[in-house]
């Protein structure tokens, strides 16, 4: 399974963006994808979670509002709509992978058997 994310950028504050991910390789049904952020000096975080069957949804308190997790299914590709950005939101944000993963593994980093090498997100204030 590989897992490639693209959509990143400089952006001012208040300003959107949209990640994509893209799934490819041995692409099971069911389990999880996630969308994770990273900034310098920090843990990596949860952001979103998606059920890869049903489409059911988690958000960090931190995204709720802002941000949608989406996923186009026959396209095996999992999108981050990110809107009313901040500074804070600058980070390197990553997608990841759980094709076992249930529902309440949904924001655990380490539940995750696949990532993707990230893209860049800075928000200008």
């Known amino acids: 399974v590989q897992l490639q994310a693209f959509g990143g950028g400089l952006v001012q504050a208040g300003g959107s963006l949209r990640l994509a991910c893209a799934v490819s390789?041995?692409?099971?049904?069911?389990?999880?994808m996630g969308w994770f952020r990273q900034s310098p000096g920090k843990e990596r975080e949860f952001v979103a979670g998606?059920?890869?069957?049903?489409?059911?949804?988690v958000y960090a308190d931190s995204a709720k509002d802002r941000f949608t997790i989406s996923r186009d299914y026959a396209k095996s590709t999992v999108f981050l709509q990110m809107s009313s950005l901040k500074p804070e939101d600058t980070a390197v944000y990553y997608c990841?992978?759980?094709?076992?993963?249930?529902?309440?593994?949904?924001?655990?980093?380490?539940?995750?058997?696949?990532w993707g090498q990230g893209t860049e997100v800075t928000v200008s204030s």
């Open positions: 990841a992978r759980s094709p076992r993963g249930i529902f309440s593994s949904l924001g655990i980093p380490s539940s995750y058997d696949y």
């Open positions: 390789g041995r692409t099971q049904s069911g389990g999880n």
């Open positions: 998606l059920r890869w069957s049903g489409g059911h949804t």
